[in-house]
């Protein structure tokens, strides 16, 4: 280069060798970002309401376990606050029980209030009582024991809740299943859409596979060039996906205080616990958002070898 | 070095495109490859570049019969043989130097090490100042020149060359093959060079593998 500005120029750090094989605007690139992205949007939401569903059943399992309910009906001959005593005494008599209590004639009408209504005098009625028990450890409570002791009392029975906690874990399953099986549907689906946008990047690559094939490149590093294009795609379509479902999970949290009353709010915070994806959520996303960029780096890669195999 | 015996090439179910094709390439030799259009010229370049596998006959190349090789062997033999296009096939968003540079760079090769190389190379063939220019910009005999510089970065045995000067004047086409003729000269480059421009021909003495439909004759 003999002129001063060639000489400038030859000074200047070229940039040879470092552009990228396979041309990042000839990727089906933006279709399938945006598809990576709903996929793992939709993939991130319904891992957090499984992980929702299934900490929520094993909190309300817990809770239920921890306790048993003692009923004692009136019958005839019996006096109530006597056989509510008694109940007592042999409930916290029995080992692993943590305490024993009666629950007032006002606390039994406010369970009762969402059936009969509320402003409704229970006294005049002959209504059952219940004492309830609160477990020290579950396990090692003699429950059988105490069910034995209550015989002694006319009209008592003791309700463990086993009923309940089955139901419970049962519909808690169905829906943790559901829930899977939705997540793997949604990976089939992508791997789909992934393998169609390959074999559409091939088809309209062919020149690019032909000249490396025509200058020694072995089918291997031509998928590799590939995969890296693919791979790029996966990881920034995931990560946008991701951000949306964690942006979805915070704006629910928020929302659910301020739209329902605080009344259900409550009763969704019991049911739900809270909208709150804490750590074990958010490295459930991450999770997420690598699987997806693994699975598009993988099936790119397969899809690309085979295209390879069949045309070359 | 390349042999072919009783070599014919039919694509499916189709007429024989090649036949009964016999010759015998030696090292460091320039042969004109001709005939007219539909003659089967690229097919017997592309059999010579080991794409495609003859339906009959031998073809033994670089003293290995082609027929036993597996896809790795194919492809290190594969890697002795440069190709020139009469449309250059040029990748269009990399420069003349990543073009150039390219089998060095799918060999695994550090830019490090080829980079002086590439340089010299694309300073030799006249495109010294044209090594950040993008294919788009470049004139027809520039963008030939750059992949006869991509075909001979990796300094094959063989260099095949199909219908390289489709796309230029005459003048440049003259050029162009003196420079094949210089490669072949100063690096002992066995060349074939596919071509039907019969003026062209007549201006060098090289040997001429003639094709004419679909069978071959040598005149020395």
């Not at chain 1, 005098?121 to 002959?126: H, K, P, R, S, Y």
């Amino acid at each position: 280069m003999s002129n001063p500005i060639a000489r400038v120029l030859d000074r200047l750090p070229m940039r040879p060798g470092k552009a990228p094989i396979v041309p990042e605007r000839s990727v089906a690139g933006h279709t399938l970002l945006l598809l990576i992205a709903i996929m793992t949007f939709l993939s991130a939401v319904t891992l957090g309401g499984v992980v929702l569903v299934q900490k929520s059943a094993l909190a309300w399992s817990a809770d239920v376990g921890r306790e048993v309910t003692i009923q004692i009906r009136p019958m005839e001959g019996e006096v109530m606050e006597s056989n509510l005593r008694t109940a007592i005494s042999l409930a916290e008599s029995t080992p692993g029980v943590a305490s024993a209590r009666a629950l007032t004639i006002a606390e039994s009408e406010q369970l009762l209030e969402p059936w009969l209504g509320a402003g409704i005098d229970l006294t005049a009625i002959d209504i059952p009582r219940l004492v309830v028990v609160r477990l020290a450890d579950p396990a090692a409570a003699d429950i059988e024991g105490l069910a034995q002791n209550l015989q002694a009392i006319n009209g008592a029975t003791l309700d463990t809740h086993a009923a309940w906690q089955q139901q419970l874990n049962s519909m808690a399953g169905t829906i943790v299943v559901s829930g899977l099986l939705v997540l793997a549907l949604i990976a089939v689906a992508t791997v789909l859409a992934i393998i169609f946008a390959t074999r559409g990047t091939m088809a309209s690559n062919r020149e690019i596979v032909d000249v490396l094939h025509f200058i020694g490149a072995s089918n291997r590093f031509i998928a590799g060039e590939f995969q890296g294009r693919f791979l790029a795609i996966g990881l920034r379509g995931g990560i946008i996906g991701g951000v949306a479902a964690i942006a979805f999970f915070v704006l629910i949290g928020l929302t659910a205080g301020v739209v329902l009353p605080s009344e259900a709010s409550a009763q969704v915070g019991v049911f739900f616990g809270q909208f709150v994806i804490g750590v074990d959520g958010l490295i459930g996303i991450c999770a997420v958002v690598l699987v997806i960029a693994a699975l598009t780096a993988v099936t790119s890669r397969m899809t690309v070898r085979r295209y390879l195999a069949e045309t070359s | 070095m390349i042999e072919f015996s009783d070599v014919g090439l039919r694509y499916g179910n189709g007429p024989e495109i090649l036949r009964d094709i016999s010759f015998e390439i030696q090292p460091g030799s320039f042969h004109f490859l001709t005939g007219p259009s539909g003659a089967g010229k690229t097919s017997l370049l592309r059999l010579l570049l080991l794409s495609l596998k003859p339906t009959r006959g031998r073809v033994t190349m670089f003293n290995e019969d082609v027929a036993n090789l597996d896809q790795d062997r194919l492809l290190q033999m594969r890697r002795h043989i440069g190709i020139v296009f009469q449309e250059f096939r040029l990748l269009d968003h990399m420069t003349t130097y990543e073009n150039v540079a390219l089998p060095l760079r799918v060999l695994g090769q550090a830019e490090g090490d080829y980079r002086s190389n590439v340089t010299e190379l694309l300073e030799w063939v006249g495109l010294g100042e044209r090594m950040n220019a993008l294919p788009s910009v470049l004139s027809g005999g520039e963008k030939q020149r750059a992949a006869i510089a991509r075909a001979v970065i990796g300094r094959p045995k063989v260099l095949l060359a199909d219908e390289p000067t489709g796309n230029v004047d005459p003048e440049l086409s003259s050029r162009l093959v003196h420079l094949f003729a210089e490669l072949n000269r100063t690096l002992g480059m066995t060349i074939i060079l596919a071509t039907h421009e019969l003026p062209l021909l007549d201006r060098f003495s090289y040997p001429r593998m003639v094709l004419n439909k679909g069978e071959l004759q040598i005149h020395e």
